[in-house]
């Protein structure tokens, strides 16, 4: 595991040029939530980014999460924890007793779970829709002629939280232009969080609109490829 001092060198050049993309953009840096990606990494990495004071975190899924989060957020104030990785409607539920946002509700049928469960909870994460730019068969996420449904399920008729849409493009392309196509869906449907853009592309990202970047390798170091429970 990187030593603590790492890390925070890290996190630091990572806000920094957050800082610099948002400025060329004539934008404010405050304007862009950094979610850091946790995904793999144990709690001792996580304890050295809260010291350098980093409050939100990534995860993919959510058996890994309640593992490490729940004794850290016992521990420190003020953290939030994003969902960044698929959702079964089994583990709603789960998701959102630990969970403080949900970036991948991609189809009615984890919409409506969600629904069931606010209804139960009485309260609700915050939701992005997740959207399949690349068209990708193995890729979750709601395919971009069906997003404006899906958005209009979720908001209208369930009445859930909505806050925006997260992509994460081919690995291959050139991002700019899923970039550009997630900003068209969200402005059409007036929604004004953007979440993409990670360790390879955030500048970019930021560039183009994006008001959430999942930053993983580039402050934690590359991930464990070992198996994780979902």
Do not use: W
């Not at 309640?66 to 957020?73: D, G, Y």
């Not at 789960?94 to 919409?111: K, Y």
């Not at 609700?124 to 399949?132: R, T």
């Not at 395919?143 to 690995?171: K, S, T, W, Y």
């Amino acid at each position: 595991m990187m030593e603590t001092a790492e890390i925070a060198a890290r996190l630091a050049a990572v806000r920094a040029e957050i800082a610099a993309s948002a400025a060329a953009a004539g934008r404010q840096a405050e304007e862009i939530e950094l979610v850091a990606v946790s995904k793999t990494h144990p709690a001792a990495a996580i304890e050295a980014a809260i010291a350098a004071g980093q409050r939100v975190f990534g995860e993919n899924r959510v058996q890994e999460a309640q593992q490490k989060f729940p004794a850290l957020k016992a521990e420190h104030d003020g953290l939030r924890l994003h969902l960044i990785g698929p959702l079964q409607t089994n583990k709603v539920r789960a998701a959102m007793e630990l969970f403080d946002v949900i970036q991948t509700v991609d189809r009615p049928r984890l919409a409506e779970a969600i629904a069931a469960e606010r209804e139960r909870r009485g309260t609700c994460p915050e939701l992005y829709v997740q959207v399949n730019t690349g068209e990708e068969p193995q890729k979750a996420g709601v395919l971009p002629r069906d997003a404006d449904g899906l958005i209009a399920l979720c908001r209208d008729r369930l009445e859930l939280p909505v806050r925006g849409l997260m992509c994460i493009p081919p690995v291959a392309d050139e991002p700019s232009p899923h970039f550009a196509l997630l900003r068209e869906i969200a402005r059409r449907n007036g929604l004004d969080g953007l979440s993409m853009g990670m360790s390879a592309d955030f500048a970019i990202a930021v560039r183009l609109g994006a008001t959430v970047v999942r930053v993983g390798s580039a402050i934690f170091g590359e991930r464990k490829l070992t198996p994780a429970p979902r």
